[in-house]
């Protein structure tokens, strides 16, 4: 069974795809106010991410969720340098990936909050 | 067709154990055995407090329990779920204690102990029978097992299920009688605004003119899935919708990964007072106690809670209060179907005898569906192979990513209410940090209070 892991785009992630020919991969979701890249994960693969990260799981659409936000950005920046959604991309993160289980272990302490006005709550 | 009115308290009275005159209170406590309440651990984690039943009892959130039940009644309550007043009543809740504890103690029958917290006099205990558990046995026979309840216990339950851990984890020998409190606890903000013990309740409910109400159970921060079910939901009633709709939060232990409770009680109220759902329609309160996690179980207290603080109606959901996949995931719509005979439910739950008032209104699940352009409940929508789901991991993963989600998914405010306590804990959801500070400051401090020693 294959499985997904879906890239969340915003506008500084959209930006980065231009011209990369990533552009016509985009898929929305909600009525287009979700736009992402939608890799696909063989299942080996998937196996051998979920062993790194405990607290990663697949969810009910056969995604991958609740994986590090340090392992996204890191799939995220493969996936432009590479210009691809294919297997190489994790490929060349698992290159990485003591330096990902470092940096994921210390968000599991801390992230630093988005600096947007909470006054009104 | 008949209107529908607040149905009475289960068991007919809400108990109310709590002694606001201060003299009164000094009387009771002084000159009593004290012991210092003690969290549940489990691997040094603190997995309840039973500060929590204490409160949740002595306000009448589960009424007609006023107390630490005796032998009988924990052996009547695992068997058949009735009290030993015939009332149905789903867990067993007991004043637990360790061996060296009630040596040193040196009380018995007939003796109040009075329970500190946070180093305050807090409630006491007529102490009516002591006795001894075995806290594997109470935790097995309290969720089931796949032989004793085939209907719905798919596998034993184990290590993995935080509700059995917490029976599990008790320690062996009971006080058991009726809990007073003595000392009124004080809710720290923000949970002093959700505080509506039954009573209170029942009077908002009048002011509000609200004949009818459905609850909503709720451990999560709303997402717009679960605004569509609530607002959905509510249509059900008699010659009209529901007037009210009730959000009733469970806080307690709380778990790595799951949102702050600040911020479950908080988003929910963004819901009505940015007008998504408008407050004279939607109200959010809180109960305390650490969730089992028992499905069909746990259901069964949800109706007694809600029913206590004047609903008509509750919300039951694919999966409610589950954990992993012990049980079916339709166990508790089953439960309020059909009813589950081993579990001693020849029938639903409101149609047994010394049974709940509370009517269930099962529900399926919503989802944004891209052709109807809407979010659409899934046994409406005939556009299934299209459905987008708004999977709580995928709006957690989106909120640790910083992304803003956009108001279709989770409110702008909601989200702000997620940004706000993360600001506070350095984190959205809960961490270590966060189950320290929970561990030490509760929910509530304690005024100072002075009695004489025992
Ligand atoms: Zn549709």
């Not at chain 2, 040196?106 to 205990?125: I, M, S, T, Y």
């Not at chain 2, 607002?231 to 009730?246: H, Q, S």
């Not at chain 2, 409101?350 to 049974?355: A, H, L, M, S």
């Amino acid at each position: 069974m294959v499985h997904y892991i879906g890239l969340l785009l915003d506008d500084s992630r959209l930006e980065a795809i231009k011209g990369t020919g990533l552009e016509e991969k985009l898929t929305t979701l909600f009525g287009g106010q979700v736009k992402q890249l939608i890799m696909e994960v063989p299942e080996e693969v998937s196996k051998k991410i979920l062993a790194e990260f405990p607290n990663a799981r697949i969810d009910s659409r056969s995604f991958l969720e609740d994986l590090p936000v340090a392992f996204k950005r890191a799939l995220f920046q493969e996936v432009v340098n590479k210009k691809s959604l294919g297997a190489e991309v994790i490929e060349a993160v698992f290159q990485k990936i003591d330096e990902i289980k470092d940096l994921a272990a210390k968000e599991s302490e801390y992230i630093p909050p988005p600096d947007i006005d909470t006054s009104e709550i | 067709m008949v209107l529908l009115k607040t149905p009475p308290p289960h068991g007919g009275n809400l108990v109310d154990r709590v002694v606001r005159n201060p003299d009164r209170a000094k009387k009771m406590a002084d000159g009593c055995v004290a012991f210092d309440i003690k969290p549940t651990m489990l691997d040094g984690v603190p997995i309840r407090n039973v500060y929590r039943e204490i409160m949740s009892i002595c306000y009448g959130f589960f009424s007609p329990v006023d107390g630490s039940m005796v032998r009988n009644e924990v052996e009547r309550v695992l068997e058949e779920r009735r009290l030993l007043s015939e009332w149905v009543f789903p867990y067993p809740l007991v004043f637990d204690i360790s061996e060296e504890d009630y040596k040193s103690l040196g009380v018995g029958e007939g003796d109040r102990l009075l329970l500190r917290l946070k180093g305050q006099p807090f409630a006491v205990l007529d102490i009516d029978e002591v006795y001894k558990i075995d806290p594997v046995d109470i935790a097995t026979r309290t969720f089931g097992t796949p032989e004793r309840n085939p209907e719905v216990v798919k596998v034993p339950f184990d290590k993995k299920h935080p509700g059995y851990m917490i029976y599990r984890s008790m320690q062996p020998v009971v006080l058991a009688g009726k809990y007073t409190i003595v000392n009124e606890p004080k809710f720290r903000n923000p949970f002093d605004k959700f505080w509506f013990p039954p009573a209170k309740c029942r009077e908002a409910f009048k002011e509000k003119g609200w004949r009818t109400a459905i609850a909503h159970q709720t451990r999560n921060v709303p997402h717009v899935g679960h605004e569509a079910l609530m607002k959905n939901a509510a249509y059900t009633g008699d010659v009209e919708p529901c007037r009210g709709i009730l959000v009733n939060a469970i806080i307690g232990a709380k778990r790595r990964g799951d949102y702050p409770d600040e911020a479950i009680l908080e988003g929910h109220a963004a819901v009505n007072r940015f007008g998504y759902i408008k407050p004279e329609r939607h109200m959010v309160t809180f109960t305390l106690w650490d969730m089992r996690y028992g499905n069909p179980i746990e259901s069964l207290l949800h109706g007694i809670i809600r029913q206590n603080m004047g609903c008509t109606h509750h919300m039951f959901g694919r999966d409610h209060a589950a954990v992993g996949e012990y049980y079916d995931m339709y166990a508790t719509q089953i439960l309020w179907t059909k009813g589950i005979p081993s579990f001693g439910f020849e029938a639903p739950p409101n149609e047994v005898d010394y049974g709940l008032k509370i009517i269930p209104q099962n529900m399926a699940e919503f989802w944004y569906c891209p052709k109807c352009q809407e979010m659409v409940y899934s046994e409406t929508c005939g556009h299934v192979d299209m459905k987008q789901k708004l999977s709580g991991s995928f709006i957690r993963g989106m909120v640790a990513e910083g992304i803003f989600p956009p108001n279709i998914i989770m409110r702008n405010e909601v989200y702000k209410a997620i940004v706000k306590w993360w600001k506070v804990y350095g984190y959205p959801f809960v961490n270590p940090k966060y189950l320290e500070e929970k561990d030490k400051n509760l929910e509530v401090d304690l005024p100072p209070m002075e009695v004489s020693k025992g």
